[in-house]
């Protein structure tokens, strides 16, 4: 499986980015896809993550902001996260997991490359 992120930015705050991960793979239908992001300093942390059969599961931070979906005919899992807030500044990295959803970084299979999002007035 590999995954390919893309989208960040720097944004001020209240501002919307829509992050992409490409996934391909054979397998890939098979694993659940999180979106994890790491401050510097911070640990990686789960942020959201869509099951094979697009259940949905989000950072407590970030509901009612940040929507996952996943578009299995493009083979996409996008975030669309708006009312961005400093605090959202980060590396964000989209990753597989076959164990699925809500465990910590140390459980994804593997990882895309990640994107800077800012978010700086």
């Known amino acids: 499986v590999q995954l390919q992120a893309s989208g960040g930015g720097l944004v001020q705050p209240g501002s919307s980015l829509r992050l992409s991960c490409t996934v391909s793979g054979r397998t890939a239908r098979h694993y659940a896809i999180g979106w994890f992001r790491q401050a510097p300093g911070q640990e990686r942390e789960e942020v959201s993550c869509i099951t094979s059969d697009s259940r949905t599961s989000y950072k407590e931070s970030v509901k009612g902001r940040f929507a996952i979906s996943r578009d299995s005919a493009s083979n996409m899992v996008s975030l669309q996260m708006n009312n961005l807030k400093p605090e959202d500044t980060a590396t964000y990295y989209c990753?597989?997991?076959?164990?699925?959803?809500?465990?910590?970084?140390?459980?994804?299979?593997?990882w895309g490359q990640g994107t800077q999002v800012t978010v700086s007035s």
């Open positions: 990753a597989a997991s076959f164990l699925g959803c809500g465990y910590d970084a140390s459980a994804p299979d593997y």
